[in-house]
């Protein structure tokens, strides 16, 4: 979910100066589905004809084939010339791995700190703190606090509230299905839940790091007559950190859309599916 999809607020989110601030984690997209004769929106989806399914399998195993007999014609007998400078052949970033630390057990107001002064810290960091700005707890009025004062460094926390309590107004609640306090209806269920999928440190000194975030999440309505129901979305979004009061805190923050992946097969669930799994599966903290 991002900050504008409901709604068609496309203005990126990022705590600088400029004040923009206008949408709800924002891709920009509208993703407003109206159903179909009064019918389930979410059991009337159409699905992808499988033939289509085939042939990117069909694709992909070419691919794969290719990839290898590339890779085995690349295997050289022993006499490549190392003596020259090898580093253009390196990627510019690692790719996220499981490097055996646990994550952090400790929580302020609900949301996971105290991570590490390092830069694998910085990325748990980034990858938890994209969950919370990117969850239906900032909708809440109440919640909202909280978590810029967690979340964010001291300095950028006033200035900060005042721009998400204006964006997420009782109109912007209203135009969602939330009432004034952000809650949904009764009977439905609002979802807005975010995965990260990697991360990636773009550059870190000892007091500061910029992270990108790749995620995936799920937000929408989830409810029989809803015209938003619950949809899939993929996103990047960019942390600035800074070490400050012992932990990493957001200095700023932006995100855009994808990469995203094709649309698979999978059976579209109702409503009362949906709202159970929100409810019966908790979430992650996570680790670098």
């Known amino acids: 979910m991002s900050l504008g999809d409901e709604h ?3 203005e990126s989110s990022r705590s600088g100066d400029d004040g923009a601030y206008g949408g709800y984690a924002g891709t920009g997209q509208t993703r407003t589905r109206l159903p179909d004769g009064g019918g389930d929106p979410y059991g009337g989806a159409p699905r992808r004809p499988r033939s289509s399914s085939r042939s990117l399998v069909t ?24 003596s020259g400078d090898s580093t253009t052949d390196k990627p510019e970033t690692a790719p996220t791995a499981a490097s055996g630390e646990r994550p952090v057990t400790t929580k302020t107001d609900g949301i996971p700190s105290g991570f590490a002064h390092d830069q694998q ?6 990858a938890n703190y994209s969950v919370v700005l990117v969850s239906a707890d900032i909708l809440k009025p109440a919640r909202r606090g909280e978590i810029v004062r967690q ?7 006033t200035d900060l509230e005042d721009k998400l309590n204006r964006a997420y107004d009782s109109n912007f609640l209203a135009d969602v299905g939330l009432d004034a ?6 009977g439905s269920t609002y979802v807005s839940r975010t995965m990260p999928v990697g991360t990636k440190t773009t550059s870190y000194s000892d007091d500061t790091a910029t992270v990108e975030v790749w995620c995936t999440g799920v937000f929408g309505m989830a409810s029989e007559d809803t015209t ?13 950190l800074r070490w400050a009061d012992g932990d990493w805190k957001v200095d700023s923050f932006a995100q855009k859309e994808g990469p995203a992946p094709v649309n698979g097969d999978n059976k ?6 949906i709202s159970k799994a929100v409810e019966e599966y908790g979430g992650f903290t996570y680790a670098r």
Do not use: C, H
Request: net charge negative.
């Open 268 to 273: 579209v669930s109702t409503a009362d599916e």
């Open 121 to 126: 810290g910085a990325e748990s960091a980034a």
């Open 181 to 186: 306090d952000g809650n949904a209806p009764s």
């Open 228 to 240: 938003s129901p619950v949809t899939s979305d993929w996103f990047t979004m960019t942390l600035q």
């Open 59 to 82: 694709i992909v195993g070419v691919v794969v084939l290719l990839i290898a007999a590339i890779a085995f014609a690349n295997r050289g007998g022993g006499n490549s010339d190392t």
């Open 151 to 157: 979340v964010f460094v001291a300095e950028k926390v």
């Open 8 to 10: 068609g607020y496309r």
